[in-house]
């Protein structure tokens, strides 16, 4: 198990319940493949430097997870498909040592 860095940015037009379950169901991805949520950070609605699928704004969610490559691969298919998944962005992180 590695430990990655996973942003996402979902569609700023979606109502609290929508935006909730979309991103319970991304990290269920994760926690389905015997990885594990170490921490949530959600920035909140950021406006964009520039237009991005006729948006301007997105809610932007941190999570920092510790998971195996099978994990990972599920959750950037699920994201690239989802049309309320505006970017992602997965970083490995260096171990804690």
């Known amino acids: ?3 990655y860095e996973i942003m996402y940015i979902v569609n700023a037009s979606l109502d ?8 319970e169901r991304l990290h269920a991805i ?9 921490k949530v950070d959600e920035w909140g609605v950021k406006e964009f430097a520039y237009e991005i699928n006729h948006m301007n704004k ?8 510790t998971a195996n ?3 990972i691969e599920e959750f950037q298919r699920i994201a690239r498909i ?7 962005m997965v970083l490995k992180t260096e171990d804690e040592k």
């Open 58 to 65: 997105g809610y932007y969610v941190v999570i920092n997870v």
């Open 82 to 88: 989802s049309n309320n998944v505006v970017r992602y």
């Open 16 to 23: 609290d319940a929508a935006r909730q379950s979309l991103m």
């Open 69 to 71: 490559n099978e994990g």
């Open 30 to 38: 994760i926690t389905d493949h015997e990885g594990s949520i170490d």
């Open 1 to 3: 198990m590695k430990k």
